[in-house]
């Protein structure tokens, strides 16, 4: 109840004026939200790397509604990417959204920037991974993947859903195809006949998917590129303790290198955990967001986990 109350918040333009005007919406949000600025973010992303963890830069953005704005959005992705290829020692790539460049306003405007952006991340010698929305978007985001492949652009990636029915038979697809991508359990409201209802099914499917992606990259022989902007075929996108000890011990049991499964989350959540697995040895790389559009982004945040939930309620109850 309280996950779908949050995630409708997230889409509410009323709210997102309300929040975002309380004076201690920014401090909490600042916990998840690496900074406003490029500038605010490169700072975090130079403390991540010097502690051995790669990063993706996200500048936060969603659902543009005018040509204009999806092209102003492509200005701050370009800028983002710039940043990247004029520092060799930054370990990083970076994260977009496709109705952040005009994938709901117009398909045809968000194919050409975002191969323009597929280009400018070529010239930076980096990586970019679309990460997956909610599912009117599932087909179009896949199929404009391979619509860029097939001028390419093998520089980019995707992310699944493990909530989702139809993503096994997706991640296969892609796997097959040598696609790098993450697996995370999704974050919106879905209805019953398209998803897991319940946890537990889709922390099930989660460890089956796990499977299916460790497998593909010891097949494959994927492995994080040396500077750190290339992932491994596998990224294991999860703060849950059990999925990682589930793919820690799957990996071993097969034999992949470490650095053929690449271990993401999200800034501001299990630091402890992220360096943990750092010092085991396994490659991590946290997802920096930063910008303006914060709000849709932090609402997501309060929906995922009851203890950031509480911990913005306190406050508020605070005033």
Not at 37 to 52: C, H, I, P, Q, S
Not at 82 to 101: E, Y
Not at 140 to 146: A, G, P, S, W
Request: proline share 3%; aromatic share 12%; hydrophobic share 40%.
């Amino acid at each position: 109840m309280f996950r779908s109350f949050f995630i409708y918040l997230s889409k509410a333009a009323w709210a997102q004026k309300l929040i975002t005007h309380w004076s201690f919406s920014w401090k909490i949000a600042s916990r998840f939200v690496a900074g406003i600025t490029l500038t605010d973010a490169l700072v975090v992303v130079r403390e991540l790397n010097a502690k051995g963890i790669n990063i993706t830069l996200d500048r936060l953005g969603e659902h543009t509604s005018a040509p204009e704005e999806a092209q102003q959005a492509a200005d701050s992705i370009f800028e983002t990417l710039d940043a990247i290829g004029a520092d060799a020692n930054l370990r990083g790539n970076v994260s977009i959204k496709l109705t952040q460049i005009g994938m709901g306003l117009d398909e045809s405007i968000c194919a050409e920037i975002y191969e323009r952006v597929l280009a400018r991340a070529q010239s930076a010698n980096t990586f970019i991974r679309v990460d997956m929305e909610d599912t009117p978007y599932t087909d179009k985001t896949i199929n404009l993947h391979y619509a860029m492949r097939e001028k390419g652009y093998v520089n980019q990636g995707v992310v699944l859903q493990a909530y989702l029915f139809r993503t096994e038979a997706d991640l296969r697809r892609l796997l097959q195809d040598g696609v790098c991508v993450r697996n995370v359990k999704g974050a919106y409201n879905e209805p019953p006949e398209k998803a897991f209802p319940k946890k537990a099914d889709v922390d099930a499917n989660y460890d089956l998917l796990t499977k299916i992606m460790l497998d593909a990259s010891l097949e494959q022989k994927s492995a994080l590129s040396a500077d750190g902007r290339i992932p491994p075929l596998a990224a294991i996108g999860s703060h849950d303790e059990k999925r990682i000890a589930f793919a820690k011990s799957y990996a071993e049991r097969i034999g992949l290198p470490k650095d053929g499964v690449e271990f993401q989350m999200l800034y501001g959540i299990r630091r402890d955990l992220q360096d943990s697995l750092v010092e085991e040895g396994y490659r991590v790389r946290v997802y920096v967001p930063f910008g303006e559009q914060w709000y849709p982004y932090f609402m997501r945040r309060l929906a995922e986990r009851p203890a950031n939930l509480w911990f913005f309620m306190t406050n508020f109850f605070k005033g």
